[in-house]
């Protein structure tokens, strides 16, 4: 398309543009995410935090917003780390960033880099800072079907980057 990007309105987390007849929305600036795939021991880590949009608390991956800190070129590993500790009380020794991807193209510009957490050590409680109230759950990957069924019944939202934990099974079948 060539036609150009409007703002049509600005917030301080989202904005709405349009693009000939396609509106969309993103964070201002182009902000990403790095998404965490926390493994340990055959148990996947994740958060649990109330999501305003959902009105309901979600479960997902841990996550957390890069360049969040002082530096607007941080890596993404290095915004992962500080998150992972942040919200789970979880220090990888070892992170590797897997790709970028998007969220949902056809109405958000928002990405994230998805990158995999290895060789975990609990060095805190983890919750996040003073405006989340995040729960941790560390939930073995042969009862994570049972536990999601769990949270649904539960009237908790699951974040659709969870379906990266079920796709082999979902594929397959079984």
Do not use: N
């Not at 056809?106 to 060789?119: I, Y």
């Not at 990266?164 to 079984?174: C, Y």
């Amino acid at each position: 398309m060539d036609e150009p990007e409007q703002i049509l309105w600005q917030g301080r987390f989202v904005e709405v543009r349009r693009r000939g007849k396609w509106e969309y929305a993103g964070r201002p600036g182009g902000v990403r995410a790095a998404v965490i795939l926390a493994i340990d021991d055959g148990h996947v880590i994740l958060a649990e935090q109330y999501r305003v949009p959902l009105g309901r608390p979600c479960i997902e991956l841990p996550a957390g917003l890069i360049g969040d800190g002082d530096d607007p070129d941080e890596p993404p590993e290095t915004a992962a780390a500080r998150e992972l500790e942040e919200e789970t009380g979880y220090r990888a020794a070892k992170l590797e960033a897997i790709g970028e991807f998007w969220s949902s193209p056809g109405m958000l510009t928002e990405s994230f880099t998805l990158v995999r957490a290895r060789g975990l050590e609990r060095v805190g409680d983890g919750g996040g800072t003073e405006s989340e109230d995040i729960t941790v759950h560390r939930v073995p990957f042969a009862g994570l079907e049972e536990f999601l069924a769990k949270q649904r019944a539960l009237g908790k939202a699951i974040d659709v980057r969870i379906l990266l934990l079920l796709g082999r099974k979902l594929i397959e079948g079984s």
